[in-house]
């Protein structure tokens, strides 16, 4: 009896949660194939190498909760979570071995598509061989595990890992970002610490955008200041990584959409990049 209403208790406070939060669960699962026409040897004194061709196999699962209950309107807080695991059905350079040089051991490189991992800072990409990097493959990732804070559409940041929308990062950022709006202007701040990959053809877990010379991660940052009316878009930005490098540049974004009603429009953008 006792059972019983312990069950029937976590049932009742289940509803109740979810009928004051909102949350999503999604699941995909997939696969990418390459076929390659070149299937030569390894011959590296001739120069020599194969296209490697492949076939993936991969799974991800994903969790977003909204921390709030339903009746706040102008504070939202979200948290999530979601990885994704792979593996290569199908590997044509599994076996290769170097004609020039076989007591190298096997010279596989599709490792690099389905769980390339060289070390956090990359410590290994000189010292490992191929037969290493394939061995050392991680082909899962945590892609997703964030808190996300937004007040109406005048401030908001986000922490932890999640889908990067950087103009110069695609894939997933492991940092922070941060905007604040007054009028017509914008200010943000992005943060990254680490870039992953996580979708059929690549499974890449989070690595350090290092300065090779200095095997320190100090991040990478951008911070951007745009105007924005319904024409026209600038948006001057800096992208720099401390002890490394700086690199100003702007953007300019105009859009016919304003002019007529219309499903057809044109939209123009200019970006102009000066790294120092």
């Known amino acids: 009896m006792l059972n019983q209403k312990v069950w029937l208790g976590f049932l009742a ?24 026409l070149n ?26 909760v909204s921390l709030l209950p339903k009746g706040i309107e102008n504070h ?37 598509y389905m769980g390339r991992w060289e070390g956090y800072l990359m410590q290994h990409s000189q010292n490992w061989t191929r037969e290493q990097k394939a061995q050392n493959a991680r082909p899962y990732v945590l892609y997703n595990l964030y808190l996300d804070y937004q007040y109406k559409d005048i401030f908001g940041i986000k922490l932890g890992r999640y889908p990067s929308k950087a103009l110069f990062l695609s894939g997933f950022n492991q ?31 989070f690595y350090a955008p290092v300065n090779y010379k200095q095997k320190t ?8 200041l745009i105007y924005e009316n319904k024409y026209i878009r600038v948006a001057p930005f800096i992208w720099f990584y401390p002890k490394n490098f700086n690199a100003p540049g702007f953007e300019i974004t105009h859009d016919t959409k304003s002019y007529w009603k219309s499903l057809w429009r044109i939209q123009t953008t200019f970006y102009a990049w000066f790294p120092l």
């Open 13 to 36: 406070l289940h509803g109740v949660f979810l009928n004051a939060f909102e949350y999503q669960i999604s699941a995909r699962v997939g696969s990418f194939s390459r076929i390659a």
């Open 39 to 64: 299937q030569s040897i390894i011959n590296s004194k001739k120069g020599i190498y194969p296209t490697g061709s492949y076939v993936t196999t991969t799974g991800a699962l994903q969790v977003d």
């Open 175 to 205: 940092g922070f970002e941060l905007f604040y709006r007054w009028k017509k202007f914008r200010v943000e701040w992005f943060s990254t610490f680490g870039r992953a990959l996580a979708n059929e053809q690549y499974i890449r877990d």
């Open 217 to 224: 991660n100090y991040g990478m940052h951008n911070f951007n």
């Open 76 to 112: 939202k807080l979200g948290f999530g979570v979601g990885g994704e695991i792979g593996a290569l059905a199908y590997d044509s350079t599994k076996f290769l071995i170097d004609e020039a040089n076989p007591k190298a051991g096997f010279q596989p490189a599709n490792w690099y």
